[in-house]
């Protein structure tokens, strides 16, 4: 595929310390970018990575018409480069697009110039384990004009990001607090899909929860505030009496890669797994009763989060003693595994770029 490519007169790569990483604030030379207008795509650029020229009334800043995507890129065992669930990623990517009215992207586009990208930006992959490049695609609107209606030109982009850790915990176990008062999503909402607005909407909660101590808001459904939903950046499970359980798919919330991983894996090892509507009665009576095992939070970002407690209204639940669960580190273990080329990818779950 024949990408134009401007360079950078010289990288920044140098001032970057790779051994103190903080989450999504190191950014790469390059960057992908393309631009829609009259009613298709034009071809995909490699540019240096900088800023972008917008005007006062550009309608994203005032729609919120835009979404985005979270992926990873590793350097393997064998030297190459391992990209986690590429092709899953940009099917859910144009699934956003699609609801949220923005063109959807060419797949094998899509594919072809974030391998292009990649290989140039090689050496901005972090090579320590626990490490990665951390790839944010995202679309927008650029309309330069106000009114509440579908816009006729978009921006799509790439920027890379090496990444460590995404909480401070690490692969400590987390607390969350469930959210009572507020809400972030309703079925034939947009909570199934990676858009911007369904994060601003979590932002108080999550806020009120880390003044309090807590890592992490515990979404509860809109209509009862009872049924558990998600964690605000993780899918959440739960292990009662050794058989895996997770909220399903009601539309309400993302269907997260390392999700999908970790009941396919489950399946795989001949666990049990539930995808249905969780009570917050039953995490609590299962607590009472010894059978909470463990639970943690699946996402790119953290791919697997133990979770040490959970605050419901006045009752604190103790997950595992508040350590780090034998399934939750199985799970680590077995995801990272696969990405960083140590153990036979038997899902074809990576892309390898050598």
């Not at 919120?64 to 990873?72: A, I, N, R, W």
């Not at 969350?176 to 979590?202: F, M, P, Q, W």
């Not at 959440?236 to 269907?255: D, K, M, R, Y």
Request: hydrophobic share 40%; charged share 25%; with cysteine.
């Amino acid at each position: 595929m024949s990408i134009e490519v401007k360079k950078v007169k010289a990288s920044r790569i140098h001032k970057v310390d790779f051994d103190n990483l903080v989450f999504g604030q190191v950014f790469a030379d390059h960057m992908l970018r393309m631009t829609y207008g009259k009613g298709k795509w034009g071809k995909p650029k490699i540019v240096p990575y900088g800023p972008l020229r917008m005007y006062p009334a550009m309608s994203t800043l005032h729609y919120g018409q835009t979404v985005f995507e979270g992926l990873k890129a590793f350097i393997a065992k064998d030297g190459a480069i391992n990209v986690f669930r590429l092709d899953d990623h940009i099917k859910r990517f144009n699934r956003s697009c699609h609801r949220l009215c923005i063109p959807q992207v060419d797949e094998k586009v899509f594919h072809d110039s974030l391998v292009h990208l990649l290989k140039l930006e090689k050496a901005w992959i972090p090579k320590r384990k626990g490490t990665s490049l951390y790839i944010r695609p995202f679309a927008y609107a650029t309309d330069m004009s106000l009114g509440v209606h579908v816009a006729h030109n978009y921006e799509f982009m790439v920027i890379l990001s090496p990444v460590g850790a995404y909480y401070k915990e690490g692969f400590n176990p987390v607390k969350l607090i469930t959210a009572i008062d507020h809400a972030r999503s309703v079925e034939g909402g947009t909570g199934a899909v990676k858009t911007a607005g369904n994060y601003a909407a979590s932002l108080f909660a999550a806020h009120q929860a880390q003044q309090k101590g807590f890592t992490q808001v515990l979404w509860l459904d809109s209509v009862h505030r009872n049924f558990v939903e998600e964690v605000g950046t993780m899918n959440v499970f739960f292990v009662i009496n050794n058989e895996l359980v997770t909220p399903h798919l009601s539309g309400t919330i993302l269907a997260g890669m390392t999700r999908d991983s970790v009941i396919r894996l489950a399946k795989d090892w001949g666990i049990p797994v539930h995808e249905r509507r969780i009570p917050m009665e039953e995490i609590i009576e299962a607590s009472k009763k010894g059978a909470l095992n463990e639970a943690f939070g699946t996402g790119t970002a953290a791919v697997i989060s133990p979770v040490g407690g959970i605050q419901h209204k006045d009752k604190m639940i103790t997950v595992n003693k508040g350590k780090v669960g034998k399934l939750s580190l199985k799970f680590f273990d077995a995801i990272t595994a696969i990405q960083y080329g140590e153990k036979p990818d038997k899902f074809g779950w990576i892309t390898k770029i050598k």
